[in-house]
T-cell receptor, first 108, second 114 residues
Framework: GQNIDQPTEMTATEGAIVQINCTYQ??????LFWYQQHAGEAPTFLSY????GLEEKGRFSSFLSRSKGYSYLLLKELQMKDSASYLC?????????FGKGTRLHILP | DAMVIQNPRYQVTQFGKPVTLSCSQT?????MYWYQQKSSQAPKLLFH???????NEADTPDNFQSRRPNTSFCFLDIRSPGLGDAAMYLC?????????????FGPGTRLTVT
């Protein structure tokens, strides 16, 4: 996915916390998206970070470090319905470039 | 209420038989995008329209074309589908290219080529 790297798969337990990391190419960078995508469905927007730091939105938080080309998505109090792929995507030169996604498996 | 609508949700076509996928939006957004997503891969931008201006990605095959007859509708035409074109096709919209924060995706059309 054009120099966006994120783990292919992760497994976590219901009720736990999981952090999904993403690194990206910094040239032309304007912001970093996280999307959730359930199997066979379209991506749904979770967050968009432009400035460095942590943004919290309910159980989900997203962090950005522009100087390091690094972001993470933090999911708390995991629920079974959080089983999905999580796509990191950069806004680069006014286009969204997607990573391949991290498939998150939640165990009961 | 659905804001970006794609029809059909599932499309089966034969190898080499032209097929058209449609997308409509009720948001009055200026930009409409088409992405191709193959299994376990990232969505790949094929092209986008900014108003009537067509912007093709450099690596989009000539087999893929698009039409935008008005603000609300955008079509993806695959002139001669091959087996490798089987994928989910996602339509998305945004108010303008610099306002990607408000990009909305449709539910996608899953294309099968037999």
């Amino acid at each position: 996915g054009q120099n966006i790297d994120q783990p292919t798969e992760m497994t976590a337990t219901e009720g736990a916390i999981v952090q999904i990391n993403c690194t990206y190419q910094t040239s032309g960078f304007n912001g970093l998206f996280w999307y959730q995508q359930h199997a066979g469905e379209a991506p749904t927007f979770l967050s968009y970070n432009v400035l460095d730091g942590l943004e919290e939105k309910g159980r989900f938080s997203s962090f950005l470090s522009r100087s390091k080309g690094y972001s993470y998505l933090l999911l708390k109090e995991l629920q079974m319905k959080d089983s999905a792929s999580y796509l990191c995507a950069s806004n680069r030169d006014d286009k969204i470039i997607f990573g391949k996604g991290t498939r998150l498996h939640i165990l009961p | 209420d659905a804001m970006v609508i794609q029809n059909p949700r599932y499309q089966v076509t034969q190898f080499g038989k032209p097929v058209t996928l449609s997308c409509s939006q009720t948001l009055n957004h200026n930009v409409m995008y088409w992405y191709q997503q193959k299994s376990s891969q990232a969505p790949k931008l094929l092209f986008h329209y900014y108003d009537k201006d067509f912007n093709n990605e450099a690596d989009t095959p000539d087999n893929f074309q698009s039409r935008r007859p008005n603000t609300s509708f955008c079509f993806l035409d695959i002139r001669s589908p091959g087996l490798g074109d089987a994928a989910m096709y996602l339509c998305a919209t945004s108010r303008d290219p610099g306002n990607l924060y408000e990009q909305y995706f449709g539910p996608g059309t899953r294309l099968t080529v037999t």
